[in-house]
């Protein structure tokens, strides 16, 4: 599909697709960031990074990739709907999706709070069919009617009720990838065949987007307060000074079957995206069995593969998370 503007219906649905506008080392890129970064997001079955959650953890150098993209975007989103110099980034984050997500009709900005929101834009990072199946994406009315996520496109909106639009529910993926449990993890706290089962929802395939969204509003602007959190961020310099992740608060990354309930059972999204590359984790003998979770997201940790113990020490959890998908070619590809 080519840029695709839709002229006579500008009026009363105004919205753009632009195909490819992202190159597929920038969607990698992207992915590679949310995949080590990625908390539970504000629905079920939703992951999100924020930047001010990249900040919050010590990863603000994965925003250098950002400022690019969201500058094109502006450009293009400023010169379609002309409207040049007037717009301000209210938002930014990446959000996955996992088998059960979907939407209904809505507007963006279908609640008071979010009336600062006057345009969207959603940019897809994966591919419908080959890294997950369902989500597609529908306008109620006026063309295109359905968008088929595809890497690298890009669709914008004006974020009142001139766009009603919905996201299928996700499906289960096709191929089943096989993951291992290894007993060889401290695995006290969690019940085995209950992570099985949320594990599921991962290994079937993730819908991964970019989404951003813009306001005429200068008291909105995203850039002033992540410059505020930068700043109070870098007066505590031990931290800011290391390059390694500090991990947010353990329920931050708690994932189960059912995330409305305070059900103990379930498991880290950390730990859950290691397992399905192959690797287990194993805290040092002196972490006493009775460190509950939070601690345990900031004790070092090795690495197990099979039955082999591997020696190097990571300092946490999330910077085995970013050495392995860096390793495993997320960054360099
Ligand atoms: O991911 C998409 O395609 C759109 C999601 C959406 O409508 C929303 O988050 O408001
Ligand atoms: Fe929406």
Same mark, same amino acid.
């Given at each position: 599909?080519?840029?695709?503007? %839709?002229?006579?219906?500008?009026?009363?649905?105004?919205?753009?697709?632009?195909?490819?506008?992202?190159?597929?080392?920038?969607? *990698?890129?992207?992915? %590679?960031?949310?995949?080590?970064?990625?908390?539970?997001?504000?629905?079920?079955?939703? %992951?999100? *990074?924020? $930047? +001010?959650?990249?900040?919050? *953890?010590? +990863?603000?150098?994965?925003?250098?990739?950002?400022?690019?993209?969201?500058?094109? /975007?502006?450009?293009? $989103?400023?010169?379609?709907?002309?409207?040049?110099?007037? /717009?301000?980034?209210? %938002?930014?984050?990446?959000?996955?999706?996992?088998?059960?997500?979907?939407?209904?009709?809505?507007?963006?900005?279908?609640?008071?709070?979010?009336?600062?929101?006057?345009?969207?834009?959603?940019?897809?990072?994966?591919?419908?069919?080959?890294?997950?199946?369902?989500?597609?994406?529908?306008?109620?009315?006026?063309?295109?009617?359905?968008?088929?996520?595809?890497?690298?496109?890009?669709?914008?909106? *004006?974020?009142?009720?001139?766009?009603?639009?919905?996201?299928?529910?996700?499906?289960?993926?096709?191929?089943?990838? =096989?993951?291992?449990?290894?007993?060889?993890?401290?695995?006290?706290?969690?019940? /085995? +065949?209950?992570?099985?089962?949320?594990?599921?929802?991962?290994?079937?395939?993730?819908?991964?987007?970019?989404?951003?969204? =813009?306001?005429?509003?200068?008291?909105?602007?995203?850039?002033?307060? $992540?410059?505020?959190?930068?700043?109070?961020?870098? /007066?505590?310099?031990?931290?800011?000074?290391?390059?390694?992740?500090?991990?947010?608060?353990?329920?931050?990354?708690?994932?189960?079957?059912?995330?409305?309930?305070?059900?103990?059972? #379930?498991?880290?999204?950390?730990?859950?995206?290691?397992?399905?590359? #192959?690797?287990?984790?194993?805290?040092?003998?002196?972490?006493?069995?009775?460190?509950?979770? +939070?601690?345990?997201?900031?004790?070092?940790?090795?690495?197990?593969?099979?039955?082999?113990?591997?020696?190097?020490?990571?300092?946490?959890?999330?910077?085995?998370?970013?050495?392995?998908?860096?390793?495993?070619?997320?960054?360099?590809?």
């Amino acid at each position: 599909m080519s840029e695709v503007d %839709f002229e006579p219906q500008i009026q009363h649905h105004p919205r753009i697709f632009f195909p490819n506008l992202l190159s597929p080392h920038e969607c *990698t890129e992207l992915e %590679f960031i949310h995949k080590c970064s990625s908390t539970v997001g504000y629905r079920p079955n939703v %992951f999100s *990074t924020t $930047l +001010s959650h990249l900040i919050a *953890t010590n +990863s603000s150098q994965f925003i250098i990739p950002f400022i690019p993209i969201r500058e094109r /975007l502006k450009d293009k $989103l400023e010169e379609f709907f002309k409207c040049e110099f007037e /717009l301000f980034i209210e %938002f930014t984050g990446l959000i996955s999706w996992s088998r059960g997500a979907s939407i209904g009709w809505h507007s963006d900005d279908n609640r008071p709070y979010l009336k600062q929101r006057h345009f969207s834009v959603v940019c897809y990072l994966n591919t419908y069919g080959k890294d997950f199946n369902g989500g597609l994406f529908h306008f109620q009315d006026g063309e295109p009617a359905t968008i088929i996520p595809a890497a690298g496109d890009v669709v914008m909106y *004006t974020a009142d009720d001139r766009n009603i639009h919905s996201v299928d529910e996700l499906l289960i993926y096709s191929t089943h990838h =096989f993951f291992h449990l290894s007993t060889s993890i401290k695995s006290y706290h969690f019940n /085995l +065949s209950d992570m099985k089962l949320s594990l599921g929802q991962i290994t079937d395939g993730e819908r991964l987007t970019l989404a951003l969204w =813009f306001s005429r509003d200068g008291s909105s602007d995203e850039d002033t307060k $992540l410059v505020s959190l930068l700043s109070q961020h870098l /007066l505590y310099k031990n931290i800011a000074s290391s390059l390694l992740p500090l991990p947010a608060s353990s329920n931050m990354y708690w994932f189960s079957q059912d995330q409305a309930s305070n059900d103990q059972f #379930g498991f880290n999204i950390c730990w859950a995206r290691l397992h399905i590359l #192959g690797y287990d984790i194993y805290f040092s003998q002196d972490t006493s069995c009775d460190s509950d979770v +939070s601690e345990l997201m900031l004790k070092p940790v090795h690495l197990v593969r099979g039955a082999e113990l591997l020696d190097q020490e990571f300092a946490n959890i999330l910077h085995v998370l970013q050495v392995i998908l860096g390793i495993l070619g997320y960054i360099f590809c």
